[in-house]
């Protein structure tokens, strides 16, 4: 079994930085995809940032440019770097993995149980 675990939420105040990490423990054999989701009180879950084992990464258009995706592959981490936060940025930040278990197992989705980001005005 997999876990993520997540750390590095809070309340800021706008135009200030915030570093979300989240750590996969557990039976991995390939991380594939690790990455960031928020759901906002009342909306979907959306994406904001992933990265690829191959060193890709996607970004939100509402994030680009303020927030920056790594990983640490030793470590099965991934860290979301978030710089001039805006109060629209409030939300729970969700971690996100596609984890193969062995050689021979199918790749399967896991999240984390989210970390609150909270921006005041």
């Known amino acids: 079994q997999v876990q993520l675990v997540e750390s590095g939420g809070g309340l800021v105040q706008a135009g200030g930085t915030l570093r979300l990490s989240c750590a996969a423990s557990?039976?991995?054999?390939?991380?594939?995809?690790m990455g960031w989701y928020l759901q906002a009180p009342g909306k979907q879950r959306e994406l904001v940032a992933t990265s690829t084992s191959d060193g890709s990464t996607n970004y939100a258009d509402s994030v680009k440019g303020r927030f920056t995706i790594s990983r640490d592959n030793a470590k099965h981490t991934v860290y979301l770097q978030m710089n001039s936060l805006n109060p629209e940025d409030t939300a729970v930040y969700y971690c996100?993995?596609?984890?193969?278990?062995?050689?021979?197992?199918?790749?399967?989705?896991?999240w984390g149980q989210g970390t609150q980001v909270t921006v005041s005005p």
């Open positions: 557990g039976t991995i054999f390939r991380i594939n995809v």
């Open positions: 996100y993995a596609a984890i193969r278990g062995g050689y021979y197992t199918n790749i399967r989705d896991y």
